[in-house]
């Protein structure tokens, strides 16, 4: 007579346990799928994308609304942004400024003549809060990258005020948030800005410029 085995109390445990186990398993994935449908359905991936390319933009520029853009995001230049009116390109007045702003002033006049890049970060072309970074950061002083996030972050003077080397902010273009120009202080009234080519002009007096003033800034210097 064959003798019929039991499994023991331990073995039948063990495989409740294991049953238990993949339903508990089953129930958290279902959980999960549940709350990963609701993150995508809900504005948190388009606010997490957000948080991220202001951190990639701060770092590889030129500007995109936080501090800069990366290529592959950077807008199409809009078709206002044409300069009408000249400028010198071979200035040879006295070069102003003491100390940082005065680095800063003779880097700017040595870049007169090279065309306007929409984005341009240098050396061949700029833009104008392209060259006003790399002038302050010539003199290593780190100012941030785009006339809307500059004219925020640093201290304001008024027009009467102005010294070489302060930047000085206009409104040019509709359709994009104010400021959207900027250039540098030379002294008398005059201004070197990345126009088309990098220019020294003489906004002050002139109707032009006076109608697009925004405002001024003074970079702190050590």
Not at 156 to 167: A, F, T
Request: proline share 8%; charged share 20%; aromatic share 8%.
């Amino acid at each position: 007579m064959r003798r019929r085995v039991l499994p023991s109390p331990r073995s039948r445990i063990h495989r409740n346990d294991r049953g238990a186990s993949l339903i508990e398993l089953a129930f958290l994935a279902t959980i999960a799928g549940a709350l990963i449908g609701a993150v995508v359905q809900s504005p948190i991936p388009s606010q997490l994308n957000d948080g991220i390319r202001d951190m990639v933009c701060r770092v590889e520029g030129p500007e995109c609304g936080g501090e800069s853009w990366v290529e592959h995001e950077r807008p199409e230049e809009p078709e206002e942004y044409t300069f009408t009116f000249t400028g010198d390109n071979n200035w040879d007045g006295e070069v102003k400024g003491e100390g940082d702003a005065r680095i800063a002033i003779e880097f700017a006049l040595a870049q007169l003549g090279k065309p306007y890049i929409w984005g341009g970060n240098g050396p061949h072309g700029w833009d104008c809060s392209g060259i006003m970074k790399a002038a302050w950061q010539e003199a290593g002083v780190s100012i941030p990258r785009t006339t809307t996030t500059s004219y925020a972050a640093l201290p304001h003077v008024s027009k009467g005020e102005l010294q070489p080397g302060d930047l000085v902010y206009f409104h040019t273009i509709a359709s994009h948030p104010s400021p959207s120009h900027m250039g540098m202080y030379l002294g008398d009234g005059q201004m070197v800005h990345a126009g088309d080519p990098v220019q020294v002009v003489q906004m002050r007096g002139n109707p032009y410029w006076e109608q697009k003033w925004v405002g001024a800034a003074r970079v702190p210097q050590g």
